[in-house]
């Protein structure tokens, strides 16, 4: 009872939040990375781990190969390979989930999303770097607004900030991109919304009206791990039907091989789509059905902030846990009997378009 | 008899209030010998490249034994210097941050490479570059390797080959850092601190809710650990921004000390506990401030107070021998270099366009946009 009433308030202070004006609905053009979006630098990596050297820490980089654009100190470079690279590919930096959204603007102005008062701010470009100083590798400032939310921007491109204004109006801008060529440049910002109250990560879409995405989202593959190994046990999406809010009705789903009976990880590539000038909302929920009953349904509406990192839609900590080398969303382990099941995957973005996947499966 | 008692019980009160007086006197006004920084000699910087140069522009001082690899950041070029004043690798800084950004010290230096996704880490004492595959930004601290992931929510330790020893997830957005041999301590925008072990381990966590001070907004805007790990110390939220100091008992960190400041500071601001941890050295809205643990006393470095108090102030402090730091600050386009030993500023001057300090082997150097000047110090600051 009181989970319902938590989740209740919740979406009432986000639903009023969503309803003030902000600058912010006037000003985005695109939205580049999405809320819970699996994100990382190493995740086209992934099968590379065969390389030399399964334990060894490094070996020779061949001549003129990912030469960087400045000189080093020493004449022969190695890599990181084997057993070492997998183990920094899978770390937190490299693939994780981020409660950021990233969208381009179009202002030299950054304004807030909503009004509040400044409370923190940092600069890439600092005078002193060493010991005791946080290097920072982008400029941020965060908000504090009244409904106890905190909202963070970030900006790798340099931002003026007025370091003496604290209380931020609707109309206020926190800082002014630096070097544009003009008003009317597009500027990149990547936001992330906290709620202090209930220590999580709010999706920053809620403070956003979207009006124009009509294209519905693109499920890539359901894929089921094995709990061991974690290899696919089906193939990305073969055999499957998929039909959209904007389809009518799905093919009928060739039925694979089969296999054998058990706890298997579900792997979910999907990612939103747009069209012509419209935005897209970004993933907001997935649902799946399993013989008619719903197995899980879970939103990308927050992330719980905890001891050991983020969780996305009530997932492990920390978020790599739950991103796999390919950028799938790993959403739990599910048990399947022996027999012919049906899945019925569906994707929804935030504004409510939908792509359903149906897929027959037979466990032995 | 009256008249008798009276004068005693005088008395009595006139020496309590003379101990009393000495005793604040003597525990918040702590003395110092003035030092004096004597210009030694100026490095003027080679160009950009990795290439051997010999910049001397004065005869060879041998102060110490040449050799010695050391590192600075100029305002436009970093890299190393020996003792004789042999530059060994300079590159460009801009370049550098336009790549990602860099950290060095005097053992190890990374450089980020965007255009790549990649860090690589030199090792000067094994004399080697591995490219990791990883992208983050940069930091080396006490031969430690960091690399924190681009937002601020995640961090990883580097082995000096260039494998992973230990990675972390944070809940919230990092804004402090502060690390010793053993242990590191964290700091977040939601108020809380972790300590964390040289395995990656979370040791301590001190969430806002348990912080005794209650200010208007609770974060954390700049944290220093002692290099034995016992002690730390936080600038502490908005309305009022504080100075809490720990110290650790058993497995916990029990405050003993806390200041209430006049002027926040919305941005990081750096501490430093002194090498022995007898001191703490803060940057605060309010000036520098000085905290004695002995007698657990903070008090207001008077000098160049006035510099903190703008909004675009920045400074670094260093550790000298004997609980001494060097400071430099800038604000406004002003710059200073400050010596500050038991409590009091015993030595200042101008430091125009300073952008790092370093302290090795008895010697002060400065880099400037002209090159490293370097300064002894004479006279011994006492306490």
């Known amino acids: 009872m009181r989970q319902i009433w938590i989740c209740a308030l919740f979406l009432l202070a986000c639903t009023m939040a969503g309803t003030q004006d902000s600058p912010w609905a006037s000003m985005v053009v695109s939205v580049e990375t999405e809320f819970g979006q699996p994100l990382g630098s190493s995740l086209s990596d992934a099968n590379h781990t065969s390389e030399v050297g399964e334990v060894g820490a490094s070996t020779a980089l061949t001549k003129g190969a990912n030469t960087p654009s400045f000189a080093l100190p020493f004449g022969n470079p190695a890599q990181v390979t084997g057993v070492a690279r997998e183990a920094l590919a899978a770390s937190p930096l490299g693939r994780y989930r981020s409660p950021a959204a990233q969208y381009g603007i179009k202002s030299e102005k950054l304004s807030p999303l909503l009004p509040g008062q400044s409370v923190y701010f940092q600069q890439s470009t600092t005078k002193f770097q060493g010991s005791g100083i946080l290097p920072s590798g982008a400029n941020a400032a965060a908000v504090l607004h009244d409904n106890g939310y905190v909202s963070i921007y970030s900006a790798a491109v340099p931002l003026l900030f007025d370091l003496n204004k604290v209380k931020i109006a609707g109309e206020d801008s926190l800082g002014l991109f630096v070097g544009s060529t003009s008003a009317s440049s597009v500027h990149y910002c990547a936001v992330r919304v906290y709620d202090c109250d209930k220590k999580v990560w709010v999706n920053p879409s809620m403070f956003l009206p979207f009006k124009t995405d009509t294209k519905a989202p693109k499920i890539l593959s359901l894929a089921l791990l094995d709990a061991d190994g974690g290899r696919s046990a089906i193939p990305s999406g073969e055999g499957a039907a998929t039909r959209t809010s904007k389809e009518g009705k799905a093919p009928a789903a060739k039925i694979p091989e089969s296999y054998p009976q058990g706890s298997y990880s579900l792997a979910i590539r999907a990612l939103d789509t747009l069209s012509g000038r419209e935005l897209k909302s970004g993933l907001y929920r997935f649902r799946l059905v399993v013989d008619g009953q719903v197995l899980f349904d879970r939103r990308l509406d927050k992330a719980a902030a905890g001891y050991d990192g983020l969780s996305f839609m009530e997932g492990k900590t920390p978020s790599s846990a739950t991103v796999n080398a390919q950028g799938a969303f790993l959403v739990g382990s599910y048990f399947f009997a022996a027999g012919i099941h049906n899945l019925e995957l569906t994707a929804y973005d935030y504004v409510g378009n939908y792509t359903r996947l149906n897929q027959k499966i037979q466990f032995r | ?383």
């Open chain 2, 1 to 383: 008899m009256k008249v008798n008692r009276g004068k005693r019980h005088l008395k009595a009160a006139a020496l309590i209030i003379v101990v009393a007086a000495a005793y604040i006197i003597l525990s918040t006004r702590p003395v110092a010998a003035p030092s004096e920084l004597e210009p030694l000699d100026t490095l003027a910087y080679p160009p950009a490249g990795a290439e051997t140069v010999d910049s001397r522009n004065t005869p060879a001082h041998d102060v110490v034994g040449p050799g010695t690899r050391h590192s600075f950041v100029g305002p436009s070029k970093y890299g190393y210097y020996d003792n004789s004043g042999v530059f060994s690798y300079v590159a460009d800084r801009q370049t550098a941050v336009a790549n990602g950004g860099f950290a060095l010290d005097d053992c190890f230096l990374l450089q980020s490479d965007s255009s790549n996704g990649c860090i690589w880490l030199s090792d000067f004492e094994e004399g080697r570059t591995v490219r990791v595959p990883l992208e983050g930004v940069p930091y080396v601290s006490e031969r430690r390797i960091f690399l924190i992931r681009k937002d601020q929510m995640a961090v990883a330790e580097l082995n000096r080959d260039g494998t992973l020893r230990w990675s972390r997830e944070f809940g919230s957005v990092l804004t402090s850092v502060s690390t010793a041999e053993r242990v590191s301590l964290w700091g977040f925008l939601d108020g809380t601190i972790e300590v964390v072990g040289e395995d990656g381990a979370l040791t301590f966590r001190l969430d806002a809710e348990s912080v005794t001070a209650r200010p208007g907004y609770r974060g954390v805007y700049g944290s220093a650990i002692s290099r034995d790990g016992s002690m730390i110390a936080l600038l502490y939220g908005l309305a009022p921004q504080y100075l809490l100091v720990y110290e650790k008992r058993g497995e916990q960190y029990l405050p003993v000390h806390s200041r209430r400041l006049n002027a926040d500071k919305r941005n990081t601001q750096p501490l430093m506990f002194a090498d022995d941890g007898s001191a703490l050295l803060v940057a605060s809205g309010d000036g520098l401030i000085y905290y004695n643990r002995q007698r657990r006393k903070s008090a207001v470095v008077a000098a160049g107070r006035d510099l903190f108090s703008k909004s675009d102030v920045a400074c670094k402090i260093v550790r000298m021998d004997r609980g001494q730091f060097a400071v430099v600050t800038a604000a406004g386009g002003q710059s200073v270099l400050m010596v500050v030993a038991g409590g009091l500023c015993s030595a200042m001057i101008p430091a125009p366009d300073a952008s790092d300090v370093g302290w090795r082997d008895g010697v002060l150097s400065l880099a400037t946009i002209s090159g490293i000047s370097r300064f002894i110090i004479k006279g011994k600051a006492v306490n």
